[in-house]
């Protein structure tokens, strides 16, 4: 049944405390944070329990959350070091951890920076204060910019920035306002992302009572299209439907995920993929942690993926970054998806779509229009 | 038995007035079902019908009766359907009966179906009982109910006897009052055999069941029996009564109500109101009042899924068996494929085939704006009928073209007749009467367009009247009228089972409103699509569902993977309950959306 991929893995922990959820937040979070001493401690034991050969190495570790910059500096770098001595970094290995602006201080960076922590992505949304008040979030434009700053002085860290498109109240003009803060604070990486509505949130309701309060999809689309070209001309290659990057600086963690090479996954509702298999945790705090105090894998789910389901996912993730498709895939795709073949035509001739050189890869608009082509291939 | 100690009669009334509690009551007194049995069948009614194979409910019972003079009376109490799309199958049932009780209910008075069934019972020269009912209830207003019931019935009610069918007062004078006041049946037993069908069904085992009542003559097993329409002859096989189980007889004699078994495969093979006569020795004339039950409105039905065409059509078939006054042929539709066009004798009838389909067959069903069939005179002086908008000649091939009307009759408080009067005159409706019937009571009647009413006329007026005006209407003819064919376009293209005919002057107004709903159901796609509605070439009306830009799932990671193929099935699920038109994605509600066309 298993047939993992050779070669090293990408490892995702999942650390889901907050102190507060976010209003658009959809993810697995927990704002107990009397349970983070025995989450790490489980952490610790689920690490020996993955399905993973001890001395497997590991190109990528990626700490996500919640909020990672929660757990204590110490506790951290206890975890990874633990994990690298278990499953060796091959030479390097790309490191990265999520934090939020308002707890990134001197001190703490030192402790992660000294535990090999080489890649810091922080959520600052927006360079608009009324913006990070509607969207929930603990920190406004200042403490943004200063954790920003704080981050340009560690030379030995690449880092990432979050932007949200979207925000209530958000506009073209109050976009330059972000995307100008954004290129000043001058990060190796701008994840852009767009507020999702199909899953119940604060703002969901909100949404649902308020639609006008929100930009409409229109503009939104106006506001990506500026992104794409604000960032182009600032040397930030849009590799990725959400994200940019300057030359080598792509999430090479994330990239694992698009190119559907491996990546394991620690902690709660944390999922995984090697090969044609794919699975995730509980999703239940107390769920997991009563697994793992039974020393049983914390597993919600797990399912081999056919080989038609393989190509559909291949295509739908491929199509994602801006290197596209080979040819011969996207026509493999339209043998097995009549639909997605005559649906990705259309693209072409629309210009939603480009053919260069025995690839084929979604322009910006066509990118704004992918779930139209994706759903032809479910 | 002689036809001296027969009563036939029917109960009659506005819906909820109480009509088969009354009936519960009549076959609980007379003894035919125990208080036993009564419970049950308020528990199930349907399991009961099947377990013990008779039709406790049955269209027609045999009772007896001991009246205060000593006597045994037969009593034969037959059912009517309570809705006015069935008003010739109730004018029928009311032909077979020398008597009939009007139930009206005490708290609420005279409605517009109390009204109609009294004129059909009228009509048929029945002696009429006004019963009112519910006088246990504390709003209960006897009094004012028996003036309403002399000022809009027009019948004497001073002596009206009041009875509660829930508690059971009253009801035992009624039993009385029947014999003492409805007249025995008259008929000839030495004449040739002369049976009024007033009601049949298709029962599995034993094939059609037929319920007579016989005029003249008599019928017996092993004759051979003739439909006088058809001119189709049975042999029976049986006969009997239901008292309600149904018990065989020797013979059915002049003015007796009973069931007629003859090895009829087929519901379509008889016809409501049709006499039965003996094969060999027939009667020279028919009973009068036959007529063909002939469906008034139609409506396309087809699939959501086009792989369930089958299925539908075995559903319609299964369906007439049962129902014979419906009717359906093939039909082709370039946006929703194959399906069906429906006859149906009205709006009401139309719902319960719709309904029986979807829940007894399990179909998903789209159904097109409901129309009338049209007189089309051309101008080559041919006279054809249309009933499906995209059969309508080209406007320069029609001379006139004319439409069936109906005389509406509605009751309602005061206080809603503004918005009431303000409806009809949208409706095209000519006004005939207004006129209180009592305080804060008015009866209104207006003559109005049937097309105009099928639509969603009832719910209008239920809503203006909230709740309180009730509603009746009759055939009255055709009438020439000013009507052109309203087709709605996307991306160019007609969508058939949007057209619409309707008249001239509303044609603006309907275009407009249609291609508003449309605009605002048909969600954005890939390319920007244009509505328009036209009368022939000339486009009246114009919106346009701007281009999709953005349908996107911005992040994407480990678990976003699963989450987004599951977004994209939900995405695609809704997909596919749409139809194609060109290239244009149109949902159902968009076929739905010209049902429920609010007016401008």
Not at chain 1, 33 to 52: F, T
Not at chain 2, 99 to 126: K, S
Not at chain 2, 155 to 174: D, N
């Amino acid at each position: 049944m298993t047939d993992p991929s050779p070669g090293p893995k990408g490892l995702y922990v999942h650390l889901p405390f907050c102190a507060s959820r976010c209003a658009y937040c959809t993810f697995v979070v927990s704002t107990e944070r009397r349970l983070v001493g025995a989450y790490v401690e489980a952490i610790h034991r689920e690490l020996e329990l993955l399905d993973l050969p001890e001395g497997t190495p590991l190109e990528t570790v990626y700490l996500g959350g919640g909020t990672p910059s929660l757990i204590g500096g110490g506790e951290l770098a206890g975890l990874l070091r633990a994990i690298l001595e278990r499953h060796p970094g091959v030479p390097g290995i790309e490191v990265t951890t999520e934090a939020n602006p308002e707890d990134l201080t001197p001190e703490l960076l030192g402790l992660w920076t000294a535990a090999g922590i080489n890649r810091i992505s922080i959520g600052v949304q927006s360079f608009v204060d009324g913006e990070l008040t509607a969207i929930g979030r603990r920190h406004d434009a200042a403490r943004a910019r200063a954790a920003c700053h704080l981050l340009a002085r560690v030379p030995s860290v690449t880092w990432n920035l979050d932007l949200i498109l979207g925000i209530p109240g958000q506009t073209p003009e109050s976009l330059e306002v972000s995307l100008a803060g954004a290129l000043e604070a001058a990060p190796h990486h701008i994840s852009v992302y767009i507020l999702e509505m199909d899953k119940p949130h604060r703002l969901q309701e909100l949404y649902r009572r308020h639609p006008d309060e929100f930009p409409g999809d229109d503009t939104v689309a106006g506001l990506y299209l500026r992104v794409h070209e604000v960032l182009g001309k600032a040397g930030y290659e849009h590799y990725e439907i959400s994200n940019f990057a300057l030359p080598g600086a792509e999430a090479r963690h994330n990239l694992r995920y698009w190119d559907r090479r491996p990546v394991h996954a620690l902690g709660v509702g944390a999922h995984g993929n090697d090969g044609n298999r794919r699975w995730a945790n509980l999703e239940s705090l107390a769920g997991y942690l009563e697994a793992i105090r039974g020393g049983e894998r914390p597993l919600a789910w797990e399912t081999t993926l056919s080989p038609r389901e393989m190509l559909a996912e291949g295509l739908m993730l491929g199509l994602r970054l801006a290197a596209g498709v080979d040819r011969g895939s996207a026509d493999a795709g339209g043998a097995s998806f009549p639909e997605f073949g005559r649906m990705l035509e259309g693209f072409l001739q629309r210009d939603l779509a480009v053919e260069d050189a025995g690839r084929i890869f979604l322009t910006p608009e066509g990118w704004l229009l992918s779930n139209e082509l994706f759903a032809t291939l479910v | 038995m002689s036809s001296q100690r027969i009563r036939n009669f029917s109960i009659i009334a506005h819906i909820d007035h109480g009509k088969s509690t009354l009936a519960d009551r009549i076959l609980e007194l007379t003894g035919a079902v125990s208080e036993r049995e009564m419970k049950e069948q308020l528990l199930d009614d349907m399991d009961l019908e099947r377990e013990r194979g008779i039709t406790i409910k049955a269209h027609a019972v045999t009772l007896e009766w001991t009246a205060p003079d000593g006597e045994v009376y037969t009593l034969n109490l037959i059912d009517t359907p309570g809705h006015v799309d069935f008003s010739y199958e109730v004018s029928r049932s009311l032909a077979a009966c020398e008597g009939a009780v009007l139930v009206v209910d005490a708290t609420q008075g005279v409605e517009a179906q109390t009204l109609a069934n009294a004129y059909l019972a009228l009509e048929n020269d029945l002696e009429i009982l006004p019963v009112i009912n519910k006088i246990d209830l504390p709003s209960a207003e006897p009094d004012r109910v028996a003036e309403q019931i002399e000022q809009v019935v027009g019948l004497p009610a001073e002596e009206a006897l009041q009875v509660s069918a829930k508690t059971g007062s009253g009801v035992r004078e009624l039993l009385d009052a029947i014999v003492e006041q409805i007249p025995p049946p008259r008929g000839r037993g030495e004449a040739p055999l002369r049976a009024l069908l007033f009601d049949a069904w298709y029962d599995s085992y034993r094939g059609v069941c037929c319920l007579v009542r016989v005029v003249d003559g008599e019928i017996r097993a092993r004759q051979s029996i003739r439909f006088m329409s058809t001119g189709n002859a049975f042999d029976v096989e049986e006969v009997g009564r239901f008292t309600p189980s149904a018990e065989p007889a020797d013979r059915l004699g002049p003015g007796e109500v009973g069931y007629v078994f003859a090895g009829i495969k087929e519901l379509h093979q008889t016809r409501v109101g049709d006499t039965i006569t003996l094969d060999r020795e027939p009667a020279t004339e028919p009973l009068p009042g036959f007529k063909e039950a002939k469906p008034v409105v139609f409506a396309g039905l087809y699939p959501v899924d086009s792989a369930d065409y089958q299925d539908l059509r075995d559903a319609l078939d299964r369906l007439r068996l049962n129902d014979a006054s419906f009717t359906f042929e093939p039909d082709t539709s370039q946006a929703l494929g194959f399906g069906f066009r429906c006859g149906y004798l009205g709006l009401l009838h139309m719902e319960i085939i719709q309904a029986r389909l979807e829940r007894e067959f399990g179909l998903d069903l789209i159904t097109t704006a409901p129309g009338v069939r049209y007189r089309v005179t051309t101008t080559r002086g041919e006279t054809i009928w249309v009933d499906n908008p995209k059969d309508l000649p080209d406007a320069g091939a029609i001379e006139s073209i004319a439409e069936p009307m109906i005389d509406a009759t509605i009751l309602t408080r005061d206080d809603a007749v503004g918005p009431i009067l303000k409806l009809c005159e949208e409706r095209r409706g000519l006004q005939k009467r207004l006129e209180y019937v009592g305080p804060e009571r008015v009866l209104i009647e207006y003559r109005l367009p049937l097309a105009e009413v099928v639509l969603d006329f009832y719910d209008r007026l239920k809503s203006v009247s909230r709740g309180y005006a009730s509603f009746d209407y009759q055939l009255v003819g055709y009438e020439d009228s000013d009507l052109v064919k309203l087709d709605i376009l996307v991306n160019g293209e007609p969508v058939d089972a949007l057209s619409v005919i309707v008249h001239r002057d509303n044609a603006y107004h309907r275009g407009q409103a249609v291609v508003t709903k449309l605009k605002a159901v048909i969600p954005r796609q890939l390319y920007e699509v244009v509505i328009q509605a036209s009368i022939g070439r000339r486009v009246i009306s114009r919106a346009v569902v701007k281009a999709l830009r953005k349908n996107v799932t911005a992040k994407c990671y480990g678990g976003d993977i699963t989450r987004k193929k599951k977004l994209l099935e939900k995405q695609k699920e809704g997909k596919k309950r749409m139809k194609k038109v060109g290239r244009v994605e149109v949902p159902q509600e968009a076929f739905l959306a010209v049902l429920k066309v609010e007016d401008t």
